[in-house]
């Protein structure tokens, strides 16, 4: 007896099926996380369907809040009928129009898998679309969250509007904050080139918030870079829109696919966490219209061939992107480093100022500072005034016509704020003098002069004074050592300004210091030298009169976290200099006495 042999069930082939449609279809619409992303892709739909304009309206309903989406555009097609054919798109879940379309080389349109109507489950409970037929009559479909099932049916309108209505009510417990803000931000930065490319003009209607917005492509912050490389792939182009910006942890590039956004930052790519995109440099976005994306959430890319064609295209993009931010890290570090110069130069002349002449004028301060001052009427009158900052000097000869009713606005003195003598601490040896000056100042730090009355006295201590009623005053030391405080007491009209001075009185001066080993050139620059790993963290070149920085140093390296913390670093390595180069030969106990007092005396005018 013969038969057919018995299948082995071991071997065997066939075709992959699903078997529970309705469990594929529920993981389907729960595959969106992001309700925001779910609102993008029905206004996308909006957009493929050659809308204009799209209204998105947020308002109350009943005890919850409902959200609707309108448009003008050409509406769902039609079936045999002339009627929306709802009934298709219901049956076909991922078995897209717009896919075919594509395969037959139309372009512009961006759903693909046919599930985009069904993200409305992590919006709300229920979804009703409305479209008019060509009878001019509105035709409405209800979906509701968890049900299979859908129904078709005239909606009673006084007049048919034309496009499309998605009306989702009620919105989900979470979408309570929804605000129409957030969606307006969104949307900026999703569809951004798709808004541009398109022209359509979508807006945001709050009712709760009672506030409309119009939804305008996001504008992206820095220099925009011309001239890059091109990046090509065999399956493509790649479209590079980048700004060169200060760096910043907000600064991200993102990914889009033909104008919508795939990826808000580059770097959530696991292949793209490298330069020049982890470097904050950057803002703007790369559009690879090749790209194959996961069909639930929509932001994430397949690991394909065209993943590998993307990371390949960009390498000559990254490699000139790289060497760019190089250069304007270079060009800040120099800017950084002169205004940082600027500032620590003038605090430390300001401090310089203030210390005794005799101990601390290294750098010939006052000689360079010092230039005839002039009355209004054009008589000298004090020895000692700074240049004015524009480089003038008062006495000079008479600028045009209208350049002294500007100086005189800009730089002459207000009224009096504050009052500083100098030198603020000094020291004389028993029995001899020392000439003090008071120092009046305006708001802005200039040299006040007119209708001052000054009052000179010893507040605590031994000594005398001379000349109390005059600017610059005369200390008479005592025969005994001991430390006085002078106090000057300055009026202008009701307002009054005071200041201290400290006189200390000894039986012997510090050794003075060869002054010729420091040349007066001005007080000195700096300069970065990487020398990681070295214990050094600054040293002192006479040569050149310049202070080397160890930028490789693990303490420049942190301070550097803050602009704040660094400028105070610079100061003390300053400072260091300074007291080594010129008390050289002190014990180390009145070294570090003396750096505590220039330290103090400069970080007051930082």
């Known amino acids: 007896m013969t038969g057919r042999p018995a299948r082995d069930p071991g071997h065997g082939q066939g075709r992959l099926r699903i078997g529970d449609d309705w469990n594929a279809i529920t993981i389907i619409a729960l595959s969106q996380s992001n309700p925001l992303k779910a609102i993008a892709e029905l206004v996308e739909n909006c957009i493929d369907a050659n809308a204009r304009t799209v209204t998105i309206t947020r308002g109350r309903q009943g005890a919850g809040q409902y959200l609707s989406i309108r448009d003008d555009g050409g509406g769902v097609p039609r079936d045999g009928d002339g009627r929306p054919d709802f009934r298709y798109v219901a049956t076909h879940i991922c078995d897209s129009v717009k896919r075919r379309l594509k395969e037959s080389g139309v372009t512009g349109i961006q759903g693909e898998f046919g599930i985009g109507l069904l993200s409305f489950w992590t919006i709300g409970e229920s979804l009703a679309m409305t479209c008019t037929g060509a009878d001019s009559r509105s035709y409405q479909m209800v979906m ?14 006084l007049v048919a509007d034309g496009g499309t209505e998605v009306h989702i009510a009620p919105l989900l417990e979470g979408m309570r904050g929804l605000s129409g803000e957030k969606i307006q931000w969104y949307l900026a930065s999703e569809l951004r080139d798709r808004i541009r490319e398109t022209g359509v003009r979508i807006t945001v209607i709050d009712r709760l918030a009672r506030k409309q917005y119009l939804v305008e492509p996001r504008q992206y912050e820095g220099q925009l870079l011309h001239q890059l490389p091109p990046a090509r792939t065999p399956l493509g182009d790649l479209y590079a829109e980048l700004y060169l910006n200060e760096q910043q942890e907000t600064n991200r590039v993102a990914l889009f696919r033909q104008g919508t956004r795939v990826a808000d930052d580059l770097t959530s790519l696991d292949d793209f966490a490298r330069p020049p995109w982890t470097l904050h440099y950057l803002q703007g976005h790369i559009d690879a219209p090749f790209v194959s994306l996961t069909p639930g959430t929509r932001t994430g890319l397949i690991r394909d061939a065209a993943y ?4 390949l295209g960009l390498e000559p993009l990254e ?4 060497q760019l931010i190089d250069e304007q890290r270079r060009a800040e570090e120099e800017r950084v480093s002169r205004d940082q110069l600027r500032v620590i130069q003038r605090a430390f002349r300001e401090a310089l100022l203030a210390l005794p002449a005799e101990e601390y004028d290294w750098f010939d301060i006052r000689a ?20 004015l900052a524009d480089g003038t000097v008062p006495g000079a000869p008479e600028p045009p016509w209208d350049e002294p009713r500007q100086r005189q606005f800009f730089e002459y003195a207000g009224p009096l704020f504050s009052v500083a003598v100098s030198p603020a601490s000094s020291i004389v040896r028993v029995g001899e003098r ?23 006295r010893v507040a605590e201590g031994l000594g005398a004074l001379t000349a109390t009623k005059d600017q610059m005053a005369v200390f008479h030391a005592p025969s005994e050592p001991g430390v006085t405080r002078v106090e000057v007491q300055v009026r202008q009209g009701d307002t009054v300004a005071s200041a201290e001075a400290v006189v200390t009185v000894t039986e012997e001066l510090l050794a003075n210091f060869d002054r010729a080993t ?3 050139q001005g007080l000195p620059g700096y300069s970065f030298e990487r020398a990681a790993g070295e214990f050094w963290r600054s040293r002192f070149n006479a040569t050149r009169n310049l202070i080397l920085v160890n930028s490789g140093h693990r303490d420049f390296v942190f301070a550097s976290r803050s602009k704040a913390l660094k400028l105070r670093y610079l100061v003390r390595l300053y400072a260091k200099e300074l007291i080594m180069r010129n ?3 002190l014990p180390a106990e009145q ?6 007092e220039l330290s103090l005396r400069t970080e007051q005018y930082l």
């Open 518 to 520: 420091v040349p007066a």
């Open 434 to 456: 020392r000439e003090l000056r008071a120092l009046p100042r305006d708001r802005a730090r200039r040299r006040v002069e007119r209708d001052l009355e000054f009052a000179w």
């Open 308 to 311: 590998v064609a993307l990371s």
């Open 319 to 322: 490699r000139r992107l790289i």
């Open 368 to 387: 360079r500072t010092s230039r005839p001052a002039v009355s209004s009427v054009g008589t000298a009158e004090s020895p000692e005034t700074l240049q």
């Open 144 to 157: 509701r969250k968890g049900d299979p099932g859908y129904s078709i049916s005239p909606k009673r309108t």
């Open 583 to 585: 008390f050289a030969g």
């Open 591 to 596: 070294l570090l006495e003396r750096m505590v």
